[in-house]
């Protein structure tokens, strides 16, 4: 697929960026009291976009520091240019860019790159989930009780804090790890060392290549209804077929 190659090449020199300023002099502004945004951030954006519109002139485009681009055909990259800002602004090695294309409402091609630790997840619709090249699939685990969670929290927490959700699911887990990049999350869902995620309050260009890269590796994945709603709604449950159902009925018991 050539869409495939270009995702992978243009993240690989995004990275290059993101690595080169990491624990580097950088220039943070605020979006909101904890929602920081970096010129690293915007420069990997723009450098993204002016790829897109020189190869894919006619696809649209949504990414998180540049906006809406409409497009002539039906297919739309969404990209997240750093994904986990505040461990980039700390240094803590967790980051990375999240690319999708999606046609009409559906994603057909995902790509998740860490410059820091230089791995690379990818999806093709019908085609398998892979990291660093070989072929990735969801934990086996079958009970909460032996899972390992993940989620994260919104940065404006007055509409929804996960705190009672964080709570109820920690206690019926092994433990719960919030780390900072939700397209990492995801990522590590597909690859089974996480057993399953999830979080609300979030965007499409968050979630929507990590998205296909779960079910490609036969993860299950919906929104908190058990609908297939989780881009437009921007909240999420992932996990693998046995503990995405226990998830669901311990967040809807809430
Ligand atoms: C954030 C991260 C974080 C999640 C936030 C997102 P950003 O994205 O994915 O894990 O909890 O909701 O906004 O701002 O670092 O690209
Ligand atoms: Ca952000
Ligand atoms: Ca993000
Ligand atoms: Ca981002």
New binding site residues.
């Given amino acids: 697929m050539v869409e495939l190659d270009f995702i992978l090449d243009v993240v690989k020199k995004s990275g290059q960026i993101i690595k080169k300023n990491f624990k580097g002099s950088i220039l943070i502004t605020h979006k909101g009291e904890t929602?920081?945004?970096t010129n690293v951030?915007k420069e990997v954006d723009a450098l993204i976009r002016d790829e897109i519109k020189k190869y894919f002139p006619q696809y649209g485009i949504l990414s998180?520091e540049g906006g809406t681009l409409q497009g002539s055909s039906n297919k739309v990259f969404v990209v997240?240019p750093?994904?986990?800002?505040?461990?980039?602004v700390k240094g803590y090695p967790n980051v990375c860019i999240s690319i999708a294309l999606m046609e009409e409402k559906e994603v057909i091609l995902g790509v998740i790159y860490n410059p820091i630790s230089e791995d690379i997840y990818y999806a093709v619709k019908g085609g398998g989930s892979f990291k660093n090249g070989k072929l990735i699939s969801v934990s086996k685990t079958e009970n909460l009780s032996n899972s390992l969670l993940a989620t994260?929290?919104?940065?404006d927490f007055s509409e929804y804090s996960n705190f009672p959700q964080f709570e109820a699911l920690f206690r019926k887990t092994l433990s719960v790890r919030?780390?900072?990049?939700?397209?990492l999350?995801l990522a590590r869902v597909a690859e089974g060392v996480i057993d399953g995620y999830w979080?609300k309050?979030?965007?499409k260009?968050?979630i929507a290549a990590g998205s296909l890269i779960v079910m490609e590796a036969n993860g299950v994945v919906s929104d908190f209804r058990n609908g297939g709603n989780y881009l437009e709604k921007g909240e999420i449950i992932a996990a693998n077929p046995f503990l995405h159902p226990q998830i669901l009925e311990v967040l809807n018991a809430l």
Avoid: I, K, Q, R
Wanted: charged share 30%; proline share 3%.
């Fill in positions: 929602d920081l945004v951030d998180e997240d750093l994904d986990g800002t505040t461990n980039f994260g929290f919104p940065y919030v780390d900072g990049s939700a397209a999350d979080e309050g979030l965007s260009w968050d």
